[in-house]
């Protein structure tokens, strides 16, 4: 199937027959690796920057019970808010 404008393939409507999933044969898993210790501290900074960047501009930041971090720009004035992951009423 050819990619569309964006460089993007889509699925087609038809599923992949028998023969051509039997002609691919097996493919062996990798083992899993930890990522490089570089990736890890880079993506420490961002997340650092990115909180700092949110505290600077008055943001609230509350916790969900399922691990969620809300932010609430300085105008939120709702005595409550809800997750958008679980759903739970999260108070202000």
């Known amino acids: 199937m050819p990619p569309n ?10 599923p992949i027959s028998a023969a051509a ?7 062996a898993l990798r083992a899993a690796q930890p990522e490089a210790p570089e990736k890890l501290e880079e993506v420490q900074r961002a997340r650092e920057t990115s909180n700092l960047l949110w505290n600077l501009s008055d ?9 969620t971090k809300l932010r609430l720009p300085p105008s939120f004035k709702e005595p409550a808010i809800r997750c ?9």
């Open 5 to 14: 404008e964006l460089g993007e393939v889509h699925a087609s409507e038809e």
């Open 21 to 27: 999933a039997t002609a691919a044969g097996t493919v």
């Open 59 to 67: 943001y609230k930041t509350i916790t969900c019970a399922c691990g």
């Open 84 to 92: 958008p992951h679980c759903g739970r009423m999260n108070p202000v």
